[in-house]
């Protein structure tokens, strides 16, 4: 099945500094879905863009699709220790319902 | 509730034990799935309800695996003889929507299962 996979997988970044993460897939797609999961807890979804979409921005992330790539990144500005977590994408193809995580990217943020 | 509630939070059972775990989704969401997620790896789906119907059980791994939703709320996952290979966080995610990708999903803490 259809999965995204981000690149790259750990980041360790300073606290104030962006943090960037890729994500590509294989198929066409309705949408991407970008998720943060803290250690131990569920996943909480942060932001949705669709593939007639470009780019979208939630207060300091912002999210890229570029379907004629089939990859999509997510950009976290001005990044703060909370903000320590594993990210994953996660794709609806056409035709198929089922939504697919990839393996993550897990980011620390040093205060 | 205020959000997805998963319980217990943590399991432990000897090989060939059964298990059930329950999903408590969000009020009035329509869809609830399943999902299956190894240490280290991104969330693998198992199965997925709209309402009380199983629309969707195909990430299922074998038929010791069951999943019901008899009242289209609360969902239980069963797992029967269970295996070391079943140890892994089970989530369990609601949404408004009634497609896998249309609306965001509302997932719970998971339950870890430990196999021993």
């Known amino acids: 099945s259809q999965q995204g996979e981000e690149d790259p997988q750990a980041l360790s970044i300073q606290e104030g500094e962006n943090a960037t993460m890729n994500c590509s897939y294989k198929t066409s797609i309705n949408n991407l879905q970008w998720y943060r999961q803290n250690s131990g807890r569920g996943l909480v979804h942060l932001i949705l863009i669709r593939s007639n979409e470009r780019e979208k921005h939630s207060g300091r992330l912002r999210v890229t699709l570029d379907t004629s790539k089939k990859s999509s990144s997510l950009l976290i500005t001005a990044s703060r220790a909370a903000d320590t977590a594993s990210y994953f994408c996660a794709t609806v193809s056409h035709g198929n319902n089922r939504l697919a995580f990839g393996k993550g990217n897990q980011v620390v943020v040093i205060p | 509730g205020a959000g997805v509630s998963q319980s217990p939070r943590y399991k432990v059972a000897k090989r060939g034990q059964d298990v059930a775990l329950r999903c408590d989704p969000i009020?009035?969401?329509?869809?609830l799935f399943w999902y299956q997620q190894a240490l280290g790896q991104g969330p693998e789906f198992l199965t997925y309800f709209q309402n009380e119907a199983q629309l969707d059980k195909s990430g299922l791994p074998s038929d010791r695996f069951f999943a019901e939703r008899p009242e289209g709320s609360v969902s239980t996952l069963k797992i029967q003889r269970t295996q070391q290979e079943d140890s892994a966080v089970y989530l369990c995610?609601?949404?408004?929507?009634?497609?896998?990708?249309?609306?965001?999903?509302?997932f719970g803490n998971g339950t870890r299962l430990t196999v021993t």
């Open positions: 995610a609601s949404s408004l929507g009634t497609g896998q990708g249309d609306s965001p999903l509302h």
């Open positions: 009020s009035g969401h329509v869809s």
